[in-house]
């Protein structure tokens, strides 16, 4: 049975929706603020946080920050009314693995949770070693190891690996990667590429500015090199 921790401060909206995946056997839980989500996140080890970014006195980046912390491999999902570019491509650099816009029906909410839970299940490249000068990833563990010192991906970002390691030496389209990744509803979002191949970079790779194993093609794709 999939968890799911609904953190939302206007607990009216969500009574419907609570109800609704309660219904699809979904096990539900419900905080009213920041500290009880934080709290609830820890005890009770969600696979899906559903995170209302727009709570009231509650600072997004940092909520999502620690909810990353405290969650550890959950998938985040963020939802926000707020439609600009810049306010999910900072949603995502903070700790989210999707973004959904504000209003929303409960099947579309569904679609988001079943692509989050496929997101989490480890890919078609299990028990693959990729050793790389500057790092080493082990696919069936899903371990990665930077100049001794073990780093931490989220199930999101070894997804994304995953994909490219099973297509080395070959470009991803933008589209393919996203359809793999997110789920096959997904096709137009190039920002959440932008900002996880970012994060990758940063985590593993010996000069992030100029990289050398997970390569962009400018409007096209992205490509790993070994």
Known sequence: MTRVLMIDDEPRIVRGLVVHLDARGYEVDLAHDAAEGLRLAAER???????DLDM????????????RERAGGAQILGVSARRGHEDKTEALA???DDYVTKPFGP???LARLRAAVRRAEPGETGGVLVETPAFTLDLGTRRAVREGREIRLTPTEWRLVEVLVRNTGRLVGQKELLQEVWGPSYGTE???LRVYLA?????????PSRPRHFRTEPGAGYRFEK
């Open 45 to 51: 080890r969600p696979d899906v946080v559903v995170l």
């Open 56 to 67: 009231s006195g509650t600072d997004r980046g940092r909520m999502l920050r620690a909810l």
């Open 94 to 96: 903070a700790g989210a």
């Open 107 to 109: 099947d579309a909410l």
């Open 190 to 192: 190039t920002n959440y």
């Open 199 to 207: 994060q990758l970079r940063r985590k593993l790779e010996a000069d």
